[in-house]
């Protein structure tokens, strides 16, 4: 009787711990269906495909909310809240332009390629939406689309698959190439054991950074078990525990590198001492400028630009100041190339003054709106003969 008993309490331990993982593993697929709550599917890597690949290191993420926090840098503007939204080939949405077309005949289309500089803030207070402006006041009858492709930290290495995916796309009657102090550090430290290159040694492919790899390849493990059930406890493990161990050993090799440390240095031989940073630079400036002349159908099509940071302006009296490492190799590369540059620092020391400052978010490399306006405006009247020339050359082919 005893074991009877016993029996009987077993059969309806596991009949009730069965029910229990039978109701879980129900209450999981109804929350999916219905919300889901707790995503478990991960929809969302139907679309980051490519970032576990070799094809294209381009997919920023399609709407990302920033907020500008800190007051002692963004002063009045703390606070500030807005969205960075990208459609599908990542180009920036502006709510206050149309939304970008693909290969339109009937507009002008000017596409940025660039990084942060380039991507900016909300939609009024980007680079290429102030230029937008500005051209807009020169050529009032003119219908222009601006394509923004900017995004934080992308440098020439980037820009070289990403030129190569958009420029068949789109179309673009001018390419402006923004490019700054920070892209020398980018292209060898962030992204040259990333580059992916052909026999003949062009750069086909930029893979996604480790932890990016790493955080997709998980879910695509996790999204393999058939049981919801297995997913949480695969997910809560992936994201609370595997994850941030990774990223941290990622971002102690990381940090000890500064991207900005070339430029940064005031030594006499900073061309012997980094000989092998400058030819990685040259090189994929060098490319991009191929990739450009090749695909525009006048090589006064493209543009590059180049903008000072604030210890340029200052000069002796700012503590940090910068050498001309960029400037130098992207004087070399635009005459080599041919393709038509532009170096704002004249232009710009005069627009700014005796108070450079002015223009900068305090204590933060970056332009604030009132730079980002006026670096509009300078680079609209930069590209504005381009820009005359271009219509009047339409013009005369549509009277013939």
């Known amino acids: ?106 507009v002008t289309t000017i596409l940025f390629l660039g990084d942060s500089f ?3 803030y909300d939609d009024e207070n980007t680079l290429p939406h102030r230029t937008w402006e500005h051209l807009k006041g020169l050529f009032p009858e003119s219908r222009l689309q601006i394509l923004n492709a900017g995004v934080s930290s992308y440098s020439p290495a980037i820009l070289i698959p990403l030129a190569q995916q958009l420029l068949p796309l789109y179309r673009p009657d001018i390419v402006v190439v923004v490019i700054d102090e920070t892209d020398l550090g980018d292209d060898y430290i962030r992204y040259e054991h990333l580059i992916r290159r052909n026999l003949a040694g062009d750069v086909v492919a930029v893979q996604a950074s480790p932890p990016a790899i790493e955080f997709l390849a998980g879910f695509r493990r996790i999204q393999s078990h058939s049981l919801y059930m297995v997913r949480v406890a695969h997910k809560l493990y992936h994201t609370r525990v595997h994850l941030p161990s990774f990223e941290a050993g990622y971002r102690a090799w990381y940090s000890e590198f500064d991207v900005l440390r070339f430029s ?107 730079g980002v306006s006026e670096y509009g405006r300078l680079l609209a009247a930069r590209m504005a003969p381009m820009l005359a020339k271009m219509e009047a050359t339409n013009e005369s082919r549509d009277e013939d």
């Open 264 to 370: 940064s240095d005031r030594n006499q031989d900073i061309a012997e001492r980094y000989a092998t940073e400058i030819a990685v630079f040259r090189r994929n400036l060098f490319e991009l400028g191929r990739v450009l002349k090749e695909s525009l159908p006048d090589v006064g099509r493209a543009l590059f630009v180049r903008h000072p940071h604030l210890g340029h302006l200052r000069g002796q009296d700012d503590p940090r100041r910068w050498n001309n490492l960029v400037s130098r190799t992207l004087e070399v590369v635009v005459e080599e190339v041919e393709i038509p540059y532009y170096n704002t620092e004249t232009d710009m020391r005069i627009a700014f003054g005796s108070q450079p400052e002015r223009y900068f978010w305090n204590g933060d490399m970056h332009f604030n709106f009132r």
């Open 118 to 120: 380039t991507q900016g």
């Open 1 to 106: 009787m005893a074991s009877r008993v016993f029996v009987l309490r077993v059969f309806r331990f596991f009949a009730s711990f069965l029910i229990l993982l039978l109701t879980l593993e129900l209450g999981l697929r109804v929350q999916q269906w219905a919300g889901p709550f707790y995503d478990l599917e991960f929809d969302f890597l139907e679309e980051q495909t490519s970032y576990l690949s070799n094809v294209l290191n381009h997919v920023p993420a399609r709407s990302l909310e920033t907020i500008l926090e800190d007051a002692a840098i963004f002063g009045e503007h703390a606070g500030m809240r807005y969205m960075v939204r990208y459609n599908s080939d990542g180009i920036r949405l502006n709510g206050l332009r149309p939304k970008p077309t693909p290969d339109r005949e009937d």
